[in-house]
Structures are given as C-alpha cells and as structure tokens.
C-alpha cells in the first residue's frame, strides 16, 4: 500500500504491513534479460543504445483495494487460477509485449474466456477493463490522462520488472544510401539533451499532479 493509499484509511494506525506478496525473482531476470538483448541490438546496428526517458506501467483492478491486494497474493498465478478477468492490449505494443513477458516468467498461457484481447490502444483497453471490472496493465500515462474517467486502483506499480524503457538510437548509415545520419544524430542529441531531460522530468505535473514520464538519460540499468 502506498502512503496515498495509506493517507486515505480512516485509521492508520490499524495497518498492519504484510511482507510482499509477489515473488519478484523471476521476472527481475526478465527485466535484465531485455536490457541484455536491447544491448546487444543496439551493437549489432552499430548505434547508441542511451535511453532518454522511460515509462512506468502499473496493474489495475476496480473494486475493494483490500480484496484486490489479497487476491494478488501471487498475482498473474491467481488471475489465471480464479479465471479472473483480465484485459490486454493483444496489439503488439511495447506494453503488451511487457505483460506478454510477465505470465511467460510466470509459466502461464494465458487463454479463455477470462482473458480478452481489446486489440485496441491503451485508452480504449483501460475503458474495458473498467467496464468488465477486470485487471489489466497499463502505462501511467495513460492512466493519469483518463484517472477521472475510470475507477481503477493501481495495485502493483514502480517494481523493476515494470519499467518499461523508452529508447532513441540512431540509424545505421549502413542499412540504406538515404540515412540522414546529422539529423539522426542531432535529434538524439536534442532528446538526451539536459534541457529536453528537465521537460520530460516536470510533463505533466501542472495537470496531473506526477509526471508523465522519467528521464533517465545517462543512467545504467543498476541505477533503475
């Protein structure tokens, strides 16, 4: 629970914290397999593989907090099990790779009635799963952006395995005669420069009260 969620209890003092209920071993190695892979892509095409920014993604269930926090004691294994409804994206996204990821790590197919593939982008995906009361995976962004418009909690947010990293790499002038390699560059330049940095750190803040995104241009996979 985290202090917004725990500022909200009418006592407290009556909380009593659990340990966490989500063993994260195997899909930190999942995380560290993708940073690992997006290297090695990035030294195969010969660019630069510096991030500029990335986003978090977070999972959502409408309904009881509490009774959401139990039944994700272990989390995708209990959606799967109690044949809960989930919804997914099912549109080859960044973030529906990412949750693709998280129920291989967790040894699980998802398939059935109990999960529906919106094929649609990630505002439509968060109205279904509002409307079916269903779990779902979604970037924050999004979630800011359409907070007021549906009542899904977040359940499981800002863990490592949920990053989902946002990169810029420029084109290989080998792959084509027409690779504008000075405006490649110049935008990558422009994207990690500590100007654009302090954009990306402060969007959205004046509307949503967080910030859309995080910079993190220069930093290391150990640093996140």
């Known amino acids: 629970m985290n202090p917004a969620d725990l500022a909200g209890l009418p006592d407290a003092a009556r909380v009593h914290r659990l340990p966490p209920f989500l063993n994260v071993a195997p899909y930190r190695a999942a995380a560290q397999r993708r940073e690992t892979a997006r290297v090695e892509l990035a030294s195969d095409l010969g660019l630069p593989s510096a991030p500029p920014w990335l986003l978090a993604v977070a999972m959502m269930r409408p309904g009881d907090k509490l009774a959401s926090y139990r039944l994700l004691s272990d989390a995708l294994r209990r959606i799967a ?3 809960s409804r989930f919804v997914s ?20 197919e998802p398939q059935g009635a109990w999960y529906i593939e919106s094929g649609q982008g990630m505002g439509q995906t968060l109205g279904i799963a509002n409307d079916r009361r269903a779990y779902t995976v979604t970037d924050r962004g999004t ?51 500590p100007e654009v940095q302090d954009v990306i750190r402060t969007y959205g803040v004046d509307k949503y009260g967080q910030p859309l995104f995080v910079p993190i241009a220069g930093k290391t996979d150990a640093d996140l």
Not at 91 to 106: F, P
Not at 157 to 175: C, F, G, H, Q, T
Request: glycine share 10%; charged share 25%.
């Open 143 to 193: 979630w800011l952006a359409f907070q007021k418009r549906v009542s899904l909690p977040i359940l499981v947010e800002k863990d490592r395995p949920l990053l989902n990293i946002y990169s810029v790499m420029e084109v290989n002038v080998a792959n084509g005669p027409r690779v504008n390699v000075a405006g490649g560059k110049a935008f990558a330049d422009f994207m990690l420069s």
């Open 89 to 108: 994206r099912g549109d080859r996204s960044g973030t529906h790779t990412l949750e693709l990821g998280l129920w291989k790590q967790a040894g699980i």
């Open 81 to 83: 099990e109690t044949r």
